[in-house]
């Protein structure tokens, strides 16, 4: 592999260093994961799945319905939630009226029930192995596969990377690997690249994502 100062002064070059500096991720410790509440959890991770094929801003303008439908994302009150109770909110216009996604709040709030600690699941997984995490996410969450399980980790300062296409891309400029990045060994392939570079040069997850994001067109 070549050396990621290479990727970094790329990404400079075409964006300058204030510009990438600014794009930087923010990545909380593990102690600041542990202490987010599991209602504000809930929430991101929901509104992760709606936004999922949709103009963000459309979803941000609706958010305030549906933390009043679903009871400000309290766990509990979630989870005990009724059939009768998600279908009913099919007749509230101000939500994004998409019942595989609104049963999904609930399926979560049980899961993250069952799991217990679930800010602190998050916290103590180990970056070196972030896709595992993932591949964790899809199979126990609803509607968390594919780049929702990663993007929902960045919203909450979990340090992950992201195959964006922008990411698969520099993959390829940069020559990093022999075989696509899809499916669970395309990811693996990734962790691998990505943790030699951490162990290089120091730096999170996140931002190396970033960084190979704005070294390419």
């Known amino acids: 592999m ?16 204030q510009a990438v500096e600014a794009r930087m991720p923010v990545v909380k410790t593990q102690e600041e994961l542990r202490d987010i509440p599991s209602d504000r959890l809930l929430s991101m991770m929901s509104l992760r799945i709606f936004r999922a094929g949709l103009k963000h801003s459309v ?22 939630m009724g059939d009768e109770d998600i279908e009913s909110l099919l007749g509230d216009a101000r939500l994004i009226r998409h019942m595989g996604k609104l049963r999904a709040v609930r399926h979560n ?11 602190g699941w998050i916290a103590d997984w180990p ?36 195959l964006t296409p922008s990411v698969t891309s520099a993959f390829g400029q940069w020559k990093l690997a022999d075989t ?17 570079y951490v162990e290089e040069t120091g730096l999170p997850l996140a931002h190396l994502s970033m960084i190979m ?3 390419v067109d």
């Open 2 to 17: 070549i050396e990621f100062e290479e990727i970094r002064n790329a990404a400079i070059i075409r964006h300058g260093s």
């Open 59 to 80: 979803v941000d303008g609706k958010w305030p319905a549906f933390e009043e439908v679903f009871h400000g994302f309290d766990v509990p009150r979630v989870a005990a």
């Open 109 to 119: 709030a049980m899961v993250m029930q069952e799991i217990g600690d679930f800010a």
């Open 127 to 162: 970056g070196s192995d972030i896709v595992g995490l993932w591949a964790a996410l899809g199979k126990r969450m609803s509607q968390l596969g594919g780049n929702s399980g990663p993007m929902f980790l960045r919203m909450t300062g979990k340090d992950t990377f992201v």
């Open 180 to 196: 696509p990045l899809g499916g669970k060994s395309g990811a693996r392939v990734a962790q691998a690249v990505f943790n030699a």
């Open 213 to 215: 994001a704005m070294s």
